[in-house]
């Protein structure tokens, strides 16, 4: 019987409370000797579910870009010696193929993506990403460098944030916060998460404001951490990467992710554009799509309101 794992402490529900946790992590289908990949570790929360399931012979790699994350799941990992069955990788997921390259690793065995912000950066005040606390807007996931999310209000002109609040926030009122951002820089810097907020509202207007300021501030996330380009590239890579038989595991928390997820699953690519077989006609998919989508259930819902636009998503890696 093998022994129960426990990473990143007893306060990890506190730090982050893994969703769809066991309906994700039961579609890995797992092997006790297979390899894994957690390209979302947060809090450690699916990460310690898929160790709790492998064997001594299996191998999970977990990347994340919070070097506050990898810390505080590295000094678990020690302490319960998993050092040769779990490795832990600092850096965004869109680097996949090289650093599996690195390790020498040519097929996994299946991957999970949790695409949602770890609730300890919206709980954490200072690192810009909610509107609730009034800090920096800093909002970068690696915080080693490149661009803040003020840096970006400083910087792009109109067209250029009415396509941002407009593709990444889905906002009707787009063009209309965009020059508002321009107008109000003349005067001084945006630099607060409470002077965007003060902003922002007057112009969404009081019916839907607590959501659209949502929808604003993930646009300039998804802006900052250039987090479609990212998708889209770990996505394509998993591709490649999977074993015949391998599993595709992604949760996603909006349209624009999710449509993503839906292409690569149905035809292989990121554009949803599938490749024919020269002679016959029939379609190339890689993939094989397990199911329907997955949301969470009243319960889960209940004890975690976060995880409310979730949902889930498995393929399968078909035979060549």
Not at 28 to 45: E, N, S
Request: a neutral charge; glycine letters at 8%.
């Amino acid at each position: 019987m093998r022994k129960r794992i426990y990473l990143c402490g007893m306060e990890t529900e506190h730090y982050h409370i893994p969703v769809l946790l066991s309906a994700s992590v039961e579609g890995l289908k797992i092997r006790q000797d297979g390899t894994y990949v957690d390209v979302t570790l947060g809090g450690g929360g699916h990460s310690r579910q898929i160790l709790n399931m492998l064997g001594p012979h299996g191998r999970l790699y977990s990347f994340d870009q919070d070097a506050d994350a990898i810390a505080r799941c590295a000094r678990e990992r020690d302490d319960v010696s998993q050092g040769e069955r779990w490795t832990l990788i600092r850096s965004n997921f869109r680097y996949l193929k090289n650093w599996m390259r690195y390790y020498g690793i040519e097929a996994i065995d299946g991957l999970l993506a949790d695409l949602g912000v770890s609730s300890h950066h919206f709980d954490d005040g200072s690192r810009g990403f909610s509107f609730r606390s009034d800090a920096p807007l800093d909002m970068r996931m690696n915080q080693q460098g490149g661009p803040t999310a003020a840096d970006v209000l400083q910087t792009y002109g109109v067209e250029q944030l009415t396509s941002l609040f407009r593709l990444y926030g889905e906002l009707r009122q787009a063009r209309r916060l965009a020059e508002a951002v321009v107008k109000t820089r003349e005067r001084h810097a945006i630099t607060t998460t409470g002077q965007l907020a003060e902003l922002l509202c007057p112009i969404l207007g009081r019916e839907h404001e607590k959501k659209d300021l949502a929808r604003a501030f993930q646009a300039l996330r998804i802006e900052v951490n250039h987090e479609m380009d990212a998708l889209r590239d770990m996505l394509q890579a998993a591709v490649e990467l999977l074993r015949p038989g391998g599993r595709l595991v992604v949760i996603s928390y909006h349209s624009l992710e999710d449509r993503l997820v839906k292409n690569v699953m149905k035809a292989g690519s990121v554009d949803g554009t599938a490749t024919q077989d020269a002679i016959f006609g029939h379609t190339l998919a890689p993939l094989r799509p397990i199911g329907k989508a997955i949301t969470p259930d009243s319960e889960e819902l209940e004890r975690n309101p976060r995880s409310r636009s979730a949902k889930l998503r498995v393929a399968e890696r078909q035979k060549v």
